[in-house]
């Protein structure tokens, strides 16, 4: 068995140094940014209502009262036990929260893009779609998600005339209504996602003539709710420049585990289709810690603190909760609640997946 030498060892430790270091500062870079939005956000501009303000309100007219718009809630999964766990609770909270006031939710579908049917098909509904073909996903599984939405577009019977695209670790903290216009689709602004910071490597994929790289707005393709028509025409574009993308080594490195957020981003640009970006559509605990008016819990990131409720991010805490626990089956009934002083959106978050877990028919943990 071969030994580790001190040298490795120190070069181990100062390259998780930096990991966390940068990790950090990406988020500290989050809050800063999210602050300056936060105070131009505030200002009115009754001549031009969508302005420069990056963080664009919702228009006057969508707070009136109404004939309901109802959205289709779709999500991608792929047959592995850990998006299996995940999608049964958001489904939980979606059927909570469907028929509530103030909801605009329409059906739910599971887009299982395996290629055959699984065991949850009667809990959940499901349409089968094809995976990529063996080895063009480049070993990047996320490139199975806008093919996924390609074939189902095509197949499906849809009546609502917007659809939602959500992910399996989304769950609705309260009823959704369609934060969409006719126009314009509604989305979050990812704080990773600056395509004016990267225009050297997206003008191979949006050129000059399509006008400023600014038109590529800073999100990703869930949450977004967008009128049907709108993503009919940018799926297959999507699949397109995102296989594109991969391929190209530069794009690659530069984008990484995003590169298909940049894709949905450019995709959208490409045929002239802006998002309004609306801060309250998600929360992602623990960097956010107020629920406020926010409408999704987004738990992607891992929740360390200590035994008196101070965030250990970077390091495994004394109490914890993290997806990435449970890749290998789901997680156990009554996880416990954190310690005194955590923040309320990592409490709500966990409060969440226990009453999910106590109440879904057949929860075992670690299946």
Request: hydrophobic content about 40%.
């Amino acid at each position: 068995m071969a030994r580790i030498t001190f040298p490795v060892l120190v070069f181990l430790a100062l390259a998780a140094m930096v990991v966390t270091y940068n990790t950090i500062t990406m988020i500290n870079s989050y809050h800063n940014r999210s602050d300056l939005i936060d105070s131009r956000a505030g200002e009115e501009d009754d001549d031009n209502q969508f302005a420069f303000d990056p963080l664009i309100r919702m228009p006057k007219d969508m707070k009136r009262n109404g004939p309901k718009r109802l959205f289709h809630v779709a999500v991608t999964a792929n047959d592995s036990p850990y998006n299996r766990w995940q999608c049964r609770i958001m489904y939980y909270w979606y059927k909570k929260f469907k028929d509530a006031p103030g909801s605009e939710m329409g059906g739910f579908t599971r887009i299982l893009h395996s290629g055959k049917a699984d065991n949850f098909m009667d809990e959940i509904p499901t349409v089968v779609v094809d995976p990529l073909p063996d080895g063009e996903d480049r070993g990047y599984i996320v490139l199975n998600r806008p093919w996924a939405f390609v074939q189902w577009l095509r197949k499906a019977d849809i009546p609502e005339d917007y659809i939602l695209m959500a992910e399996p670790d989304h769950i609705f903290i309260r009823p959704l209504p369609n934060l969409a216009t006719e126009e314009m689709p509604a989305a979050f602004k990812f704080f990773y996602i600056v395509p004016t910071e990267n225009e050297k490597v997206l003008r191979k994929f949006f050129p000059n003539e399509k006008g400023p790289i600014a038109n590529i707005d800073p999100i990703g393709n869930s949450p977004v709710i967008i009128k049907k028509s709108q993503l009919e025409k940018i799926a297959p574009t999507w699949s397109d420049v995102s296989i594109k993308m991969k391929d190209d080594p530069e794009t690659d490195k530069a984008f990484g585990w995003v590169l298909e957020m940049y894709g949905y981003a450019t995709a959208s640009a490409l045929h002239g289709i802006r998002h309004m970006l609306v801060k309250d559509f998600m929360l992602q605990p623990p960097w956010d810690t107020d629920l406020g008016n926010k409408y999704i819990i987004h738990y992607t990131y891992g929740c360390d603190y200590n035994m008196q409720g101070k965030l250990t991010y970077g390091k495994i805490g004394e109490w914890r909760f993290d997806k990435r626990s449970f890749t290998t089956g789901a997680p156990p009934k009554n996880l416990t609640l954190p310690p005194p002083g955590v923040p309320e959106t990592v409490v709500t978050l966990v409060k969440m997946v226990n009453e999910a877990t106590a109440s879904i028919p057949g929860w075992k943990g670690g299946e």
